[in-house]
Nanobody, 123 residues
Framework: QVQLVESGGGSVQAGGSLRLSCAAS????????MGWFRQAPGKEREGVAT???????SYADSVKGRFTISRDNAKKTLDLQMNSLKPEDTAMYYC?????????????????WGQGTQVTVSS
């Protein structure tokens, strides 16, 4: 069973940067579709970014140009570099993985989730 552990959350002022990381425990990491999602209090969970086994990425419109998703298959890690942060980026951020996929996108039903890491952006 794949396990995901996020780290790197914290508090930052608007305009600042944070880098989130996710460590996966599986020998098949290189084949997984990976993604970052977030959920703010009182709101539904939303997709932030995805990256497939070949490194192709997709982003939510709200983060395009500010966030960058990347993966290191040798280290079995997933990162999310977040720049120009806004107060509306405040949320719990979750790392997610899916073993069975044809198109790795924000609409994919991810079946494996981490415990989340909090990001708070103050104005």
């Amino acid at each position: 069973q794949v396990q995901l552990v996020e780290s790197g959350g914290g508090s930052v002022q608007a305009g600042g940067s944070l880098r989130l990381s996710c460590a996966a425990s599986t020998s098949t990491y290189g084949t997984l579709c990976m993604g970052w999602f977030r959920q703010a209090p009182g709101k539904e969970r939303e997709g932030v970014a995805t990256i497939d086994s070949d490194g192709s990425t997709s982003y939510a419109d709200s983060v395009k140009g500010r966030f960058t998703i990347s993966r290191d298959n040798a280290k079995k890690t997933l990162d999310l570099q977040m720049n120009s942060l806004k107060p509306e980026d405040t949320a719990m951020y979750y790392c997610a993985a899916e073993e069975w996929w044809l198109l790795c996108s924000l609409t994919l039903g991810f079946g494996i989730w981490g415990q989340g890491t909090q990001v708070t952006v103050s104005s």
